[in-house]
């Protein structure tokens, strides 16, 4: 490429422009619903970043500002081009989703050739030029892939090493921060005992996580770990004050959210890559204050960076959940494996009965305990997927319907037994896992406030998805909830549909 003619500026700008709006595309991706704003500042860091050598080009050139002129007439012709955006435009045959109301190509092009579209003679004719790569583009929005097949990466360059560790400075800031109740006021130290509880569950899992939160629920994990000084407020008469503290945080987080969404995953990810502090603290206040409208002011910059700081933690679904097993016992352990009714049963354990080397390895007072056939030790590696709670229903003979909510396929439970059990957990979900020799634990990932409700309500009831099962060989989605024995025949899960609570029992380990 040479930019010392006019002919090649114009092919640069051109490619420059094309390239725009594929990110503007992927930036369109990541938000559910409608367009992103053609922020120029923003986009311009983007292709600096991600397109180096065309930011190379265009500095050599000196074509920064008419490229930035070119993104802003752009964003003017999509704002132009709303108005012929319809719910026509989306056909969604069983409605689950609302329509995402997006400026298409068809809709640019429709606008772009009236008298009165907001561009210049140059934006039309670099417009029709690039055409077939703007459809291509754009045509990558919502794409939806049947097959199966994961979509490439939008990343384009090879992951750098990132120039700033966002995560670790948040949490290094927010631990160090931290002071136990010495020389502190007891309200100051249950608020920051409450912020940091929350704040840990807020791990970037769940969009819509502060719409969650029950206060109740956190303040009686308060009196529970905190007893002297929950008794203290109580003699006070300060838990009250407590209690509007902690809604009124709740609360803020609650409005921080829509903008941490509005920043979207592909903008996010490309902040961890390229950005230190300041950068990022420029980035989010530059697209928060473009999203903002009279009605839904930014909340402070500093927040929402908060907010993205703390939500990169390794959230990715599929990982192998931390496990160890023992060849130990203990006395309720040996109570489990004798127990006629094991095969049907779901146990809630105190972590302190379970054999001594398995209880430094989750932070819960509680376990589950599942009593399982020897004949699934070989396939224990699979007990350690972590793909979070899953809810379905089972029918039989299509009679008999019910209701499921599990972690695994190596057991099922009824939705009514697991539910209740699972009000004894916060932040995991320890399962141990008992064979006839082994005891295997294993730690899910949870979430107590976002898991359940996000399993329950992830599709309308009509829609959540049905199995059926038969007396012989399980086949279609049921066959998916089975492991295939050496001799050909199905290993099916247990199914749970007792409770015992023997989290009281007495405590022996052999």
Not at 19 to 45: C, F, K, M, Q
């Amino acid at each position: 490429m040479k930019p010392d003619t006019s002919t090649d500026s114009r092919y640069i700008i051109q490619e420059a422009l094309c390239t725009a709006v594929r990110h503007l595309a992927e930036l369109d991706n990541s938000i559910p619903y409608g367009n992103y704003p053609v922020v120029p500042e923003v986009v311009t860091w983007i292709v600096e970043n991600e397109n180096p050598e065309l930011a190379r080009v265009l500095t050599t050139a000196q074509l920064w500002d008419r490229f930035s002129g070119l993104l802003v007439e752009y964003g003017q012709l999509r704002k132009f081009a709303e108005q012929f955006v319809t719910d026509e435009d989306y056909y969604d045959p069983y409605g689950w989703n609302p329509p995402p109301m997006r400026v298409e190509f068809h809709h640019l092009k429709h606008a772009i050739d009236l008298h009165d579209a907001p561009v210049s003679q140059l934006f039309v004719e670099l417009f029709h030029t690039a055409s077939e790569q703007i459809v291509e583009a754009l045509g990558n929005v919502d794409a939806v892939y049947w097959d199966g097949t994961i979509p490439p990466s939008p990343l384009r360059q090879p992951a750098p090493t990132p120039v700033f560790d966002h995560y670790e400075t948040e949490w290094t800031s927010r631990l160090s921060g931290y002071r136990p109740s010495s020389g502190r006021d007891n309200l100051a130290v249950a608020l920051s005992w409450f912020i940091d509880q929350t704040s840990f569950l807020d791990d970037g899992r769940h969009d819509n996580f502060w719409e969650t939160v029950d206060v109740t629920t956190v303040l009686d994990w308060f009196r529970r770990d905190l007893p002297s000084i929950a008794t203290s407020l109580t003699t006070e008469n300060r838990m009250d004050a407590l209690r509007t503290a902690a809604q009124r945080y709740v609360d803020a987080q609650r409005q921080i959210e829509p903008d941490w969404r509005h920043l979207g995953w592909y903008l996010r990810a490309l902040l961890v890559r390229y950005a230190d502090m300041q950068t990022a603290l420029k980035i989010i206040g530059t697209v928060t204050s473009a999203f903002a409208t009279s009605d839904s002011p930014s909340p402070p910059v500093v927040d929402v960076y908060t907010m993205f700081c703390r939500r990169l933690g390794d959230a990715a679904p599929g990982e192998d959940a931390p496990s160890c097993e023992t060849a130990l016992s203990s006395e309720v352990i040996e109570l489990i494996r004798r127990d006629e009714e094991s095969d049907r049963t779901c146990y809630l354990v105190n972590r302190s009965s379970l054999p001594e080397t398995l209880r430094s390895h989750t932070g819960e007072q509680f376990c589950l305990a599942v009593r399982m056939p020897e004949e699934r030790l070989p396939f224990s590696d699979k007990l350690k997927k972590d793909r979070g709670l899953d809810y379905f229903f089972s029918t039989y003979d299509k009679k008999v319907y019910r209701e499921h909510l599990t972690l695994r396929h190596g057991f099922w439970t009824d939705r009514d037994v697991l539910h209740p059990l699972l009000r004894h957990f916060r932040f995991e979900l320890p399962i141990t896992y008992i064979f006839d020799k082994i005891v295997l634990l294993v730690v899910y990932r949870y979430n107590c406030f976002a898991d359940v409700p996000a399993a329950l309500t992830r599709l309308p009831r009509k829609y959540v998805p049905t199995v059926e099962l038969s007396e012989g060989e399980w086949t279609y989605g049921a066959a998916d909830h089975t492991e295939r024995l050496p001799d050909g025949r199905q290993l099916k899960p247990l199914m749970l549909g007792c409770i015992r609570d023997l989290s009281d029992a007495e405590v022996s380990t052999s």
